[in-house]
C-alpha cells in the first residue's frame, strides 16, 4: 500500500504541480523510504545513491558521447551528412524527406540524443523543405521521427543509462542496436514511401531541384560528410566490438576523433569548442539527475517488494510469455506518450525490469526493443518532446505548428511497430553481432 501510495504521489507532483520529473522521483522516493524506515536510515540510503551515482566511473560514458555530437555539430558534420544525402537523393520526388531520415540516421551514429539530433536537423533541413515547397506534413514528419533514430544506432544515452541502471555491458547494447537501428531506418523511408502513394496531397508541390545532373564520380566526391561520420562510428563502435577500449573510453576516443575532424577542416573554432562544451553540460547533467532520481525511488520501491509481487502475480496468470511481453510494451508505448520516454523507463525498469528477465528473455535484446518503443513516445501525443522541437522550427517558417507535426508522424509509425515485432520474432537480428564480440 505504501508502495502504491508513493506512485500515486510522483504522478500528482509530475502530472498536476508540474515537478520536473528528476526531482518527483528523488522526492517520492525519499518520502516514500521515510514510511519504510526510520528517518535516519532513510537519509543514509538517499546519501549513499547521491555519492555513488555521481561518482560512477560508467557514468562518465554519458558526457563524453554527448560531446561527440555536440562537437560534430558545431563543427559541420551534420550539415554535410545532409548535403551529402541530398546530393544523392534530392533529385527524386520527396527526395529531402528521404535525405533528411538517412542524414539523421548518420548524425544518429556519432550523437547520442534525439532531441540534439531533432534540434540540428530541423535548423538545417526544413529552410531546405519550405524552399522546395514541400508539404509541411511530409516535411515534419520527416525530420521528427527521422530524429528518433539518435537513441536507436548507437551511440545511444538511452543504452547507456539501461545498461548502467541493470548492469548489462553499453558496449554489447550498443552492438546489438546496430542492425535494428538500419532496419529502423529502412522502415521509415518505406512509411514514407507509402505514406505518399495514399495521401490526398502530394509530397511536394515542386519537388524538382534544380541545377545541372551531378555524376556518380561527383557524387562520391562530394559525400565528404557520410566519410567523416562513418570514420568517427567505424572508430568507435570497431573499438568496442574488438574489446580495444571500454564504452568510457570509446566515448573519449569519440570526442577527441570528432574535435580533430573539426581542426583538419578549420571549421571548428574556439566559440565553438564553448558551445560544444555548454550544451554537453546541461544535457548530461538533465541525464544524471534523471538516473539518481530513479535510483531512489527504485529503492523506495524495492524495499515496498512492488517489483516482486507484480512479478509473482503475472506468473501466475495462464497466459504465453510473448502476450506478457506485448502488455508490457503497450504499457510503454502509453507512457512515452505521457511523459519523458527515458524518465519513464528509469520508473518502470525496477518493476518490469525482473519481470522480463524471468520469463527467460535476454535483457541485451530487452534493452533494444523497450529503446526502439519508448522513443515512439518522443514522436506521439500528448508529451513528445521531438515533436515539439520540429514545431519550434517549423512553426518560425511558416510551416505550421504542433498539430501539423503530429499528423506527420502518424505515417511513420508503422515502422516502429513493424521493427519490434521483427526483433520479437526473430531476436538474433539484434543479438547476431554480439556473439563474436571479444569482450
Not at 211 to 228: I, N, P, R, T
Not at 376 to 386: E, L, S
Request: overall charge positive.
Amino acid at each position: 500500500m505504501i508502495g502504491l501510495m508513493g506512485i500515486g504521489l510522483l504522478l500528482l507532483l509530475m502530472l498536476f504541480l508540474d515537478f520536473p520529473v528528476a526531482y518527483a522521483m528523488f522526492l517520492s522516493g525519499f518520502i516514500g523510504l521515510c514510511f519504510v524506515i526510520p528517518i535516519d536510515s532513510a537519509l543514509t540510503v538517499v546519501f549513499r545513491e547521491i555519492w555513488e551515482g555521481f561518482s560512477s566511473y560508467g557514468l562518465t560514458v554519458i558526457p563524453l558521447f554527448l560531446l561527440m555530437g555536440n562537437v560534430a555539430f558545431y563543427s559541420g558534420i551534420s550539415e554535410r551528412l545532409f548535403e551529402s544525402a541530398n546530393i544523392w537523393f534530392g533529385k527524386r520526388k520527396g527526395g529531402l524527406c528521404i535525405a533528411t531520415i538517412l542524414a539523421c540516421a548518420g548524425f544518429a551514429a556519432i550523437c547520442g540524443s534525439n532531441a540534439a539530433t531533432a534540434a540540428a536537423m530541423s535548423r538545417m533541413i526544413l529552410p531546405q523543405m519550405r524552399k522546395h515547397d514541400y508539404n509541411p506534413v511530409f516535411a515534419t514528419g520527416s525530420v521528427a521521427c527521422g530524429s528518433t533514430l539518435g537513441v536507436v544506432i548507437p551511440p545511444s544515452v538511452v543504452l547507456v543509462v539501461y545498461g548502467l541502471y541493470v548492469g548489462q555491458s553499453v558496449a554489447k547494447l550498443f552492438i546489438a542496436s546496430i542492425i535494428p537501428g538500419l532496419i529502423l531506418t529502412g522502415f521509415l523511408i518505406l512509411a514514407l514511401y507509402f505514406a505518399s502513394l495514399i495521401s490526398k496531397s502530394p509530397i511536394s508541390r515542386g519537388w524538382e531541384i534544380t541545377g545541372e545532373e551531378v555524376s556518380f564520380f561527383d557524387k562520391l566526391k562530394k559525400s565528404q560528410g557520410v566519410v567523416e561520420a562513418l570514420i568517427l562510428f567505424l572508430f568507435v563502435m570497431i573499438g568496442l566490438y574488438m574489446g580495444w577500449f571500454t564504452p568510457t573510453e570509446g566515448g573519449a576516443a569519440g570526442a577527441f576523433g570528432a574535435i580533430v575532424l573539426g581542426l583538419i577542416r578549420r571549421t571548428f573554432k574556439w566559440n565553438e569548442l564553448k558551445l560544444a562544451t555548454l550544451d554537453t553540460l546541461k544535457g548530461s547533467c538533465m541525464v544524471l539527475m534523471l538516473v539518481i532520481g530513479a535510483t531512489v525511488f527504485g529503492r523506495f520501491l524495492t524495499m515496498t517488494r512492488i517489483p516482486y509481487f507484480v512479478a509473482d502475480y503475472v506468473s501466475e496468470l495462464a497466459l504465453p510469455s510473448w502476450a506478457i511481453l506485448g502488455m508490457i510494451l503497450i504499457v510503454y508505448i502509453i507512457g512515452g506518450a505521457l511523459m519523458d520516454a527515458l524518465a519513464f523507463l528509469l520508473i518502470t525498469l525496477p518493476v518490469f525490469y525482473p519481470l522480463v528477465t524471468s520469463l527467460g528473455y535476454d535483457p541485451i535484446w530487452y534493452g533494444v526493443v523497450i529503446t526502439i518503443v519508448t522513443t515512439m513516445g518522443a514522436i506521439t501525443p500528448p508529451v513528445g518532446i521531438n515533436a515539439y522541437i520540429v514545431a519550434g522550427f517549423s512553426n518560425s517558417l511558416g510551416l505550421g505548428g504542433l498539430r501539423v507535426v503530429f499528423k506527420g508522424v502518424m505515417g511513420f509509425l508503422p515502422a516502429y511497430i513493424f521493427t519490434v515485432i521483427l526483433l520479437i520474432i526473430w531476436p538474433e537480428i539484434g543479438l547476431w553481432l554480439t556473439k563474436y564480440m571479444k569482450i
